[in-house]
């Protein structure tokens, strides 16, 4: 997030578009709702589902998954043809705005074109354009439902896009905000858990990080960029892939077209599991290590705003559990290095030493409130705001983004398309909150599909459907409402007796290598 969460209520105009935010980020959801409510600020939803927040919009919009750059493209069309866009911030802070406006203007990104390709009208393309291109200060807020594409890079973009020509970017209450998916995304990226980038963000081609690197930890590292973790379960399903460290995470659950992920399981010839469960993914492990929950270890949390917190420990953990450096520390001790940290506020220091974001934020100071990145020594006070007065590479870059439909298309064979998300009262794969009855008696598997479709496949409420992507099928109820489109059909992916992932398609974003779990084709059939 460019922005903070503190900054919701100084915006005069809201977007939310691919983020069921009620549902997968809540406490956020509640400020926007309060925001809302209090007559500060307008929402706008843009969304194949009508999310709850819908509810509190001024206007929503269904577009066809996988349409949102042409949606994006559309609205930025109209804020140029009228004039809305913010001129002198585009003078003073941006580059490439005459090639990029080329692109956008042209006929193609007209609203009554646009609405044959997103299923928009094109009135509502133009009232979003208007309120959103003459508010003082709008805010987008985002998440996976603009990210699990095969366009998704495409998507972030043209976001960018949209908010710099509004000048919107660098502003309180504005800017470009993605919704962190679990608890500590943020700070899994930020300490190096991407194949490319050691913590911080310095890139492994860079010889002086690599130097740096090598020094503060003596030893020689490999400077070759890694593989993302679908092309991890594609290297295994093929051999070339031998060994597989996993950690808090289900891909059995979790990953894409799941008949292909066991297969990859099957077939590694060393797998370790390391969570606090017995995981579905656990299973196929040759060895388990148990590793110690959130409330049996100190240490810190990144959130969604860039807010390091705090996490202290409050009971210890059963006998045999150790904490996850711990764990990680006596398996590379035996695999011949010499680690000697002796607790979480060693390795804090360690990372305040080499990562330049987190140079101020020590043990110490982290508090009760927490610290947000960039801080980069101890007299800094955070950084809520990014790109306050110029970008941090200069000038913002503008690139026209053109239009792709997704991998995988509706045809006669598989006439639906089938989408992915979350419900309220499960938490990702259900590793943890699967394990609390309650929750578990409040929502269960389910295929929402729209009155139309039900009224024409003369399905009712409740029963029992069969879904089939070219991957595989499962069953499941049938939720009949009027808040998904016609054609569309939702899965939440949490549960294993209905594994939505077992149908999504493994396609990937050619940059991000995020696989596209928003689209694929689909077709349901009542079982007799």
Known sequence: MTNDISGIKKADVILIIGSD???????????????????????????????????????????????????????????????WEDKEYIKKRLEGFDKFKAEIIQEKYEPENIEKISGIPAKTLKRIAELFGKAPIASIFYAMGITQHTTGSDNVWSIANLQMICGNIGVEGGGVNPLRGQSNVQGACDMGGLPNVYPGYQKVVDPNVQAKFEKAWNCKLNNKVGITLTEMFDSAYKGTLKALFVMGENPYLSDPDQTHIIKAMERI???????????????????????????????????????????????????????????????????????????????????????????????????????????????????????KDKFACGKGILKGINFREPAELPDDEYPLIMTTGRVLEQFHTGTMSMKTEGLNNLAGPMVMISVQDAEKMKICNGEILKISTRRG?????????????????????????????????????????????????????KII
């Not at 390795?347 to 009760?368: A, C, D």
């Not at 294993?496 to 059939?525: F, G, H, M, Q, W």
Request: aromatic fraction near 8%; charge should be positive; proline fraction near 7%.
């Open 473 to 525: 099928e499962i069953t499941a109820p049938a939720f009949v409402t009027k808040r998904i489109s016609t054609g569309v059909i939702y899965i939440p992916f949490h549960y294993k007796e209905s594994p939505a992932n077992r149908l999504t398609n493994s396609a990937i974003d050619p940059i991000a290598k995020i696989p596209e779990y928003k689209v694929c084709a689909a077709k349901i059939e």
């Open 269 to 387: 010839n060393f797998m370790v599991v390391q969570d606090i469960f017995i995981t579905e993914t656990a299973e196929y492990a040759d060895v388990i290590l148990p590793a110690a929950t959130f409330a049996e270890k100190n240490g810190h949390f990144t959130n969604t705003e860039r807010r390091v917190q705090r996490l202290n420990k409050v009971i210890e953990p059963p006998k045999g559990v150790r904490t996850d450096w711990e764990i990680i520390q006596l398996i590379a001790n035996a695999m011949g290095s010499n680690w000697s940290y002796k607790s979480a506020k060693d390795i804090t220091k360690e990372i305040n030493e080499l990562t330049p974001q987190y140079g101020g934020i020590t043990w110490e100071r982290v508090g009760r409130d927490g610290l947000q990145w960039p801080c980069p020594n101890i007299k800094h006070p955070g950084t809520p705001l990014l790109h």
């Open 21 to 83: 935010t009620s549902a997968a980020h809540p406490i956020i959801a509640a400020r926007i709702k309060q925001a809302v409510r209090e007559g500060i600020s307008k929402l706008i939803v843009i969304d194949p589902k009508k999310i709850v927040m819908a509810d509190y919009a001024e206007i929503y919009a269904a577009q066809r998954p996988g349409t949102d750059v042409a949606v994006l493209n559309c609205i930025m069309h109209e804020i140029l043809k009228n004039g």
